[in-house]
């Protein structure tokens, strides 16, 4: 089996399963299932077990890391523009909430959730469907602009993941980060925004099964959490 074999298998497998949630999601309320003063404060490394430096991020790469769960994909991305301070923007429930910005020089390193906003393609070990791009996307002509290839949905990097374009409703969740003055190490703190992990759960209960065993998709991590480019971490990356 090819690559572009492993791509299009994975492709129709998401598509399914959203198209399954997507008659369900109509009318199940978005819960804020995870209260920002209960997430735990995680180190990022990298495979060899060594700290992830904010200005040793590679500029305008995809990363990807599990956070706050084993299971839960996050962003992180080295932007090549700055980042405004303490944004508003809002929820899932149209409450207001505010985006503290980006870490490191220039606040450029971010980090938002890799669970899309709209029904909830992921990137997996198998398949990316969610990805940054610094350039103008052919799909929304948006620039620095995260994309869900399951729909189009956009969100704008630079500004606490607002919706740019397509059919999500509100920003992904945004990973807190902290940078240390004088390390320049990176470590995630919490959440701001609609984190959306019980519906993630419920929708990809038996593909998460699967990949990390019964019941262990619903794991804390503890400590530190592995960084990986993104296609050290997915077999297939879709752009669009
Ligand atoms: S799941 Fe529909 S745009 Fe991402």
């Known amino acids: ?8 298998r994975s492709f129709v497998k998401a598509c399914s399963a959203v198209a399954t949630l997507a008659a369900a999601s109509a009318t199940r309320l978005v819960r804020p ?5 209960d997430a735990p404060k995680i180190k990022l490394v990298d495979k060899a077990g060594k700290p992830i430096k904010a200005g040793e991020l590679e500029v305008n ?24 301070r303490n944004v508003m923007r809002t929820n899932a429930e149209k409450a207001p909430y505010t985006w503290p910005g980006g870490v490191g020089k220039d606040s ?17 070990r198998h398949a990316s469907f969610m ?12 620039e620095r602009a995260i994309t869900c290839c399951a729909h189009g949905s956009t969100y704008d990097a630079v500004n606490g993941a607002a919706v740019l374009s397509g059919p999500a409703e509100f920003p992904l969740a945004a990973v807190q980060l902290a940078c240390d003055d004088g390390s320049d190490e990176l470590t995630a703190v919490g959440f701001v925004g ?5 519906r993630f759960f419920e929708a990809f209960r038996a593909d998460l099964n699967a990949d990390f065993g019964r019941g262990a998709y619903r794991e804390l991590l503890r400590d530190r959490t592995v960084v990986k480019p993104i296609a050290e971490y997915s077999d297939a990356v879709s752009a669009c």
């Open 1 to 8: 089996m090819d690559r572009s074999d492993v791509n299009r």
């Open 33 to 37: 299932a995870f209260a920002l003063a």
């Open 61 to 84: 790469a995809n990363y990807i890391f599990p956070y706050p769960y084993v299971s839960t994909p996050c962003l992180l991305l080295r932007l090549d523009a700055p980042t405004p």
């Open 108 to 124: 450029a390193v971010v980090s938002y959730s890799a669970i899309c906003a709209h029904l909830l393609t992921y990137d997996s």
């Open 131 to 142: 990805t940054y791009h610094r350039g103008r996307s052919d799909l929304s002509g948006h």
């Open 194 to 198: 609609t984190v959306l992990f019980e």
